[in-house]
């Protein structure tokens, strides 16, 4: 059985490892949240949402996923 | 009688000159219904990030919709400009937000607002395309130039953010509204419902409130009044109160006494 890599990323501040050639579309559909909700940063820079399944997530990116909480 | 008095933001009408914030509630239930009875047709939001572990979590979305309701994205909890311009830029990624409030505070304590911080973000955002409604001290001289680098109103605080205190200082919000044309909008430290009344006697085309609302033993109760005491306060405004006299002038006319 091929072995299968794994990087270390940090996800919203929190170090978890994900599959090596993960895109940022599989990432965010594996982790069920809903697109048309939220931004998301990849190393403090804005990603368009329709390129999101173009990119890959390299070890030790930093990918912050964001949205609407109540505030003042 | 004016018959149509809309607050008018950045070009668009709102009909409500109350908006109100969406933090400090017990739950998103009271929260919708807060702003329902309140009237609102603008709450402020957070950017913050998404619970990955816990996505049993309620959504603000679900709660309150944003096609019916207008999102305020706000910059609350940024101490620098950076900050601000990145919870920004990612409040319009979200869903194409263009007006935004900014709040770029200075000190942990007072919660006051970094005057030079808050200037060169309101430049920056404006040239980006944002329309940025700007909190910031009562100082006329600031809020001028805050005008001038292109703020689409000018959001005084009361007092500082969730203090209560009410308005401080009359003087200054008065000079501020005889200055500018923009949207004024007392933004924080309101208490009671009567200090939403006095904002808008002294001219004010709106007030912001949160934690007057959200922190009232019932919220409900406090929304509505909020409500009443905005409008009232502007009707009152509108009608051009009588002079000031030292002494007592009666009501009832001196002919015909028996």
């Not at chain 1, 190393?43 to 368009?48: D, E, F, P, R």
């Not at chain 2, 908006?19 to 509630?25: A, D, L, P, Q, S």
């Not at chain 2, 044309?181 to 009344?197: F, N, V, Y």
Request: charged residues 25%.
């Amino acid at each position: 059985m091929k072995k299968i890599n794994k990087i270390k990323i940090k996800l919203n501040g929190k170090f978890i490892k994900i599959k090596d050639k993960t895109t940022l579309l599989s990432l965010i559909k594996k982790l069920k949240v809903p697109i048309k909700k939220v931004a998301i940063e990849l190393n403090q820079t804005i990603v368009n949402k329709k390129s999101l399944g173009k990119i890959k997530i390299k070890k030790n990116n930093k990918i912050e996923i964001v949205h609407f909480i109540g505030g003042g | 009688m004016k018959k149509v008095d809309n607050l008018i933001i950045a070009k668009k009408k709102f009909k409500s000159r109350l908006i109100v914030g969406t933090g400090k509630y017990k739950n998103m239930s009271e929260c919708a219904k807060a702003i329902k009875l309140s009237g609102a047709e603008i709450v402020t939001v957070a950017v913050r990030r998404v619970n990955i572990v816990d996505k049993m979590k309620p959504l603000l979305m679900d709660y309150i919709d944003p096609k019916k309701i207008t999102y305020l994205p706000n910059t609350a909890g940024c101490f620098n400009s950076e900050e601000a311009l990145r919870t920004l830029r990612l409040a319009r990624e979200i869903g194409g937000w263009k007006l935004v409030k900014l709040e770029v505070l200075g000190d942990k304590k007072t919660l006051y607002p970094d005057m030079i911080e808050t200037l060169k973000s309101t430049e920056i955002l404006s040239k980006e395309g944002f329309k940025v409604m700007v909190y910031c001290t009562d100082d006329p001289l600031m809020a001028k130039r805050l005008e001038n680098v292109g703020a689409c109103a000018i959001m005084p605080l009361a007092a500082p953010i969730g203090s209560g205190l009410g308005i401080q200082n009359y003087t200054n919000i008065k000079i501020i509204r005889d200055q500018t044309k923009l949207p004024l909008i007392i933004d924080a430290g309101l208490g009671q419902a009567s200090d939403a009344t006095i904002a808008m006697e002294l001219g004010c085309d709106g007030v912001l409130v949160n934690t007057a609302i959200a922190k009232a033993k019932n919220p409900f109760q406090m929304a509505l009044a909020f409500k009443n005491s905005v409008v009232a306060g502007r009707q009152s405004y509108l009608s051009g109160r009588i002079r000031k006299f030292l002494f007592g002038t009666s009501s009832s006319p001196k002919e015909g006494i028996i």
